[in-house]
């Protein structure tokens, strides 16, 4: 794997909401550019709610009805 | 032979902190780095560059590995917190193109994958199938035989379809019908 493979990977999995969780473990508080910090930056930008905000809200909506 | 090549052990006379790469990264921290990053993509020159490159056709993911790479060249990132804030990296560029309606590609799909189906499996690895499948209608013999021929077609194996001799003639540009001899 090369560099460029490397960083198509960690684009594919940060956009699959996965996070450096090792990394994670050894601070005490999260990430500040986490991948909501993001949906909601591009919300107040864009003026609309991103596929993973809707995603996110669908599913909390189904949690809150069952 | 190579005469310019370097002499074993070359490498130990030289200062090992030559380069911006065989220092600490400036850079360490995830969130710190991130924020570097997200400066340096909000300015206008950096913008400009990068609307250019989407302008391009350029993935968002060569985006991405150019700016990272210059990054790691001066010193700083590292190479491992390169790869950990790509993803963000990637986002930032996504929203920024999304923001003045540019047309972009993130570069992550597979497009140029090739689809492993059966049919591909099997021709790869030269296996007949003697099954025929049910759709398949078989042929009886007479349209076996009666193959279509279009007029640029090679003649059938065997045949013996030869063009009349006068036919030949007109086709070689010679008089179609024998033309009778005038009564004087």
Do not use: C
Not at chain 2, 139 to 157: A, C, K, V
């Amino acid at each position: 794997m090369n560099f460029e493979d490397a960083i198509k990977k960690s684009i594919k999995l940060f956009l699959a909401g996965k996070q450096p969780e090792a990394l994670r473990a050894t601070k005490d508080t999260d990430f500040t550019y986490s991948a909501e910090y993001f949906d909601l930056l591009e919300e107040d930008l864009l003026d609309e709610p991103t596929e993973s905000t809707k995603a996110r809200l669908a599913k909390e909506e189904k949690i809150n009805a069952a | 032979m190579q005469l310019e090549a370097p002499i074993p052990g070359e490498n130990f006379t030289s200062d090992t902190k030559n380069m911006p790469w065989h220092r600490p990264p400036d850079l360490t921290d995830y969130d710190e780095a991130i924020e570097y990053f997200f400066d340096r993509l909000e300015d206008p020159e950096q913008m400009e560059m990068t609307f250019a490159m989407i302008g391009i056709n350029a993935h968002i993911t060569t985006i991405v590995s150019t700016i990272l790479l210059q990054a790691i060249r001066l010193g700083k990132v590292s190479i491992d917190l390169a790869i950990l804030i790509a993803g963000p990296l990637a986002r930032i560029i996504e929203i920024q193109a999304k923001s003045v309606e540019l047309k972009y590609e993130m570069g992550v799909e597979d497009k140029d994958r090739i689809i492993i189906t059966p049919t591909l499996l099997r021709a790869t690895l030269g296996v007949v199938s003697d099954e025929i499948p049910d759709d398949v209608e078989e042929l009886s013999e007479e349209e076996i035989t009666e193959s279509p021929q279009g007029l640029m077609s090679m003649p059938l194996m065997g045949s013996s379809d030869v063009a009349p001799a006068e036919e030949q003639a007109a086709m070689l540009g010679g008089p179609s019908e024998p033309v009778e001899e005038e009564e004087v």
